[in-house]
């Protein structure tokens, strides 16, 4: 559904990613796993045409992403959930919803199913998004992100810094999206949190990625996680901590 070969992408002459490849299966929920500083930030943002790669290329199904804007990115119905939410704190929760939109112009009715999906909102359209709390400002990221009626969501730490029913519920809007058939890369520290909703993990390390093994493969080892993402690192709720 989503092909990326070997894609080298930069920060002015600052390479971070080597040669990463990645094959994403329609329908599935694929984590990105690794270190501060390893690239899964700017996988995404590479995805997205933020920081479009120098050479490789990105394919979701025939179209060519790396040789799209970034806005017709958008527009072929992938969403986003940057890291840190990344919302216009004066602009009103409706206004920000709109932005999500501008690719596409979608009907009223996909803001209605944003807006069921997180009631919280629909009591909030003209509050500025700057004063929400931050599980709101979660929320409205994700409706954002669902305007464009996405087939491909990308999400990045979505749970950072929020308490265990916010990350139930997103948890919830992503399983809820699998059986609507959207396919999903979240990118999350909490390996714990991974394992529910995943079912493939990748592993990025110095901006490529060197190994995905099913999430049910991870479930019995720590091995992979304490080489990929480190002893400082949550262990597994029911396996024994990292020695
Ligand atoms: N705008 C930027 N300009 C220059 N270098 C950058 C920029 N953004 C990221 N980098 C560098 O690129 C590398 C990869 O960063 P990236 O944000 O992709 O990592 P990450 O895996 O998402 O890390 P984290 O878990 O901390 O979010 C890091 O060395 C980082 O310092
Ligand atoms: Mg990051």
Redesign the pocket.
Known sequence: MLLINRINSF??D?Q?LRDLSLDVHEGEVLCLL??????????LKSIMGIVPPRSGEIMLDDTALHLLPPHEIAGQRVGYVP?GRRLFPQLTVAENLKIGDYARHTADSQRERVLSLFPVLKARLKQKAGTLSGGEQQMLATGRALSVDPVLLLMD?PTEGLQPSMIQLIRDVIIGLKKEGVTTIV?E?RVDAVLQIADRVAF?ENGTVPMVVNASELADSDALINRYVGVSHQPLAHGDPPS
């Open positions: 920060y002015d600052v971070v690794g270190r501060n500083g390893a690239g899964k930030t700017t996988t890291q730490e990118v520290q990025v």
